[in-house]
């Protein structure tokens, strides 16, 4: 996170139309590219619906009035936030004063519920929200993973929140004892006219994917390119492709320049034969597109002792945690080993028995995901706004 040093003090610019109608905040670019696609279908619906956002490049090609880049200083792991203290203590204050001046009519939290379920905890707390007595609604869109771990936040959700959109069909369960109104609208990745950004291709390179955090990309990365190294030492013969979703990452990605390796940016789609990644939201898109592979993983010391010590799952990939087994085995921390990793990816690309089994387990996944009807995150917004 290299921006937070000079962005102190700062604050957020006004709305450019003197008035806002909703205020979006996604903190990731995998929120990021999620809620352009919502707002983009919003303002179609409606033109002159006044949009600002914190959020990422997404939402200001979307139409959104981008008032802060949070994608460029997105941390993950209690260390790691400890760290970036005095940024997010400002961020949050700031973010709390611009509602409190402008009165977004709503808010729309995507994801990132670190951030987002305090700001609307502080915005029932001082009376701007509807639940504490104001006018602000707050909505919430791509809900935290509950059925997962920290199932008691539903009871500050349904506290704090107007409406809930889920993307996985069994969330809406997992509210109902709550009072709060949820909706599932349907998974993004299976929107009509969504492009993948992978595919897969017996042919095609092996696709090394460090994730979207600088501090997190730039401990898997020479994991990653050991591992390749490895499989190419021992005979392999595939070219990588490497898949950066901003200029940030991307400079960190070039502190290397590994022979049989080339840096793609997000948007290019690519086929790739197997694929090593980090646990977030490009493994489920190489889950759904069928691509073999592996999960690796690293993370401050001290923040995986405290997880270990606090979340208790079985796994910590998406379409694992989905499907309740390892459609892509996971090595974490110490176990991140390039011999280990490159022994992965000889497996997924001779074994025949591999392939066979991720298409069974990549139709499992499509299924746990469907949807009767198509999705519509910006009907269920316009309803409540």
Not at 247 to 270: M, Q, S
Not at 282 to 294: D, F, K
């Amino acid at each position: 996170m290299t921006a937070s040093p000079k962005l102190l003090p700062f604050r957020l610019p006004p709305p450019s139309d003197g008035k806002v109608d909703l205020l979006v905040i996604a903190g990731e670019h995998s929120g990021d590219e999620h809620a352009a696609r919502m707002v983009q279908d919003l303002r179609a619906r409606q033109p002159g619906l006044a949009v600002a956002a914190l959020g990422g490049p997404g939402l200001a090609a979307a139409g959104a009035q981008l008032l802060f880049d949070l994608t460029a200083t997105s941390v993950v792991g209690l260390v790691e936030v400890l760290k970036h203290y005095s940024f997010f203590k400002a961020l949050f204050a700031e973010t709390l004063r611009w509602i409190e001046e402008h009165r977004p009519r709503a808010v729309c939290f995507v994801d990132y519920p670190g951030l987002n379920l305090r700001l609307a905890a502080a915005l029932r707390e001082r009376g701007l929200s509807v639940q504490g007595g104001g006018a602000i609604k707050l909505l919430y869109y791509i809900s935290p993973q509950i059925w997962a771990w920290k199932a008691g936040r539903r009871h500050t959700m349904a506290r704090d929140l107007d409406a809930l959109a889920v993307i996985f069909p069994f969330e809406t369960a997992c509210y109902t004892d709550t009072r709060l109104p949820v909706e599932f609208v349907g998974h993004p990745f299976l929107a009509a006219g969504y492009r993948a950004p992978v595919a897969f291709d017996p042919a095609g390179p092996v696709l090394l994917l460090p994730g979207s955090r600088t501090q997190a990309v730039a401990r898997i990365y020479p994991d990653l390119l050991a591992a390749f190294a490895r499989y190419r030492a021992e005979g392999g013969d595939r070219e990588a492709v490497v898949i950066y979703p901003s200029d940030e990452i991307g400079a960190v990605l070039r502190r290397w320049d590994p022979p049989h390796c080339r840096l793609a940016r997000t948007g290019e789609a690519v086929a790739a034969a197997a694929v090593l990644t980090s646990s977030g939201t490009m493994s489920l898109h190489c889950a759904l597109a069928g691509i073999p592979g592996a999960i690796a993983y690293r993370t401050n010391p001290i923040t995986y002792l405290l997880a270990r010590w606090w979340v208790k799952l079985d796994y910590i990939g998406i379409a694992n945690l989905l499907l309740k087994e390892p459609m892509y085995p996971e090595f974490i921390q110490g176990a991140a080993r390039p011999a280990a990793l490159a022994a992965q990816l000889q497996d997924c690309l001779g074994n025949p028995d591999r392939r066979a089994r991720t298409t069974a387990q990549q139709a499992r996944l499509r299924a746990l995901l469907d949807h009767p009807a198509d999705v519509d995150v910006a009907g269920w917004l316009l309803r409540h706004l």
